[in-house]
Nanobody, 115 residues
């Protein structure tokens, strides 16, 4: 079992930046990639990206540029740096870990972008 706990969400004004953190615990040796999704009210969950243990990051084209994922493997952490935030980025941001044979989710942290 892997437990994921996100932090760093909150309110930010349009154009602002925010960094989210996710701490993994439990069977962390089984993790081979960690990343982020988001889910806005009334919308489907949206993939933001992942980073492997070796540091290779993958993002869909829609997320390239304003979102950057980083990891601290020694601390079992994954981060999401977000820039130039817009009201459309308002969502619950969820941490995701890929392990051999499965995956795990955090409970999410809410990011609200408004003036």
């Amino acid at each position: 079992q892997v437990q994921l706990v996100e932090s760093g969400g909150g309110h930010v004004q349009p154009g602002g930046s925010l960094r989210l953190s996710c701490a993994a615990s439990g069977s962390v040796a089984s993790i081979y990639a960690m990343g982020w999704y988001r889910q806005a009210p009334g919308k489907q969950r949206e993939y933001i990206g992942h980073m492997t243990n070796g540091g290779t990051a993958n993002y869909p084209d829609s997320m390239k540029g304003r979102f950057t994922i980083s990891r601290d493997n020694a601390k079992n952490m994954v981060y999401l740096q977000m820039a130039s935030l817009e009201p459309e980025d308002t969502a619950v941001y969820l941490c995701h870990a890929l392990v051999t044979g499965g995956h795990y989710w955090g409970k999410g942290t809410l990011v609200t972008v408004s003036s």
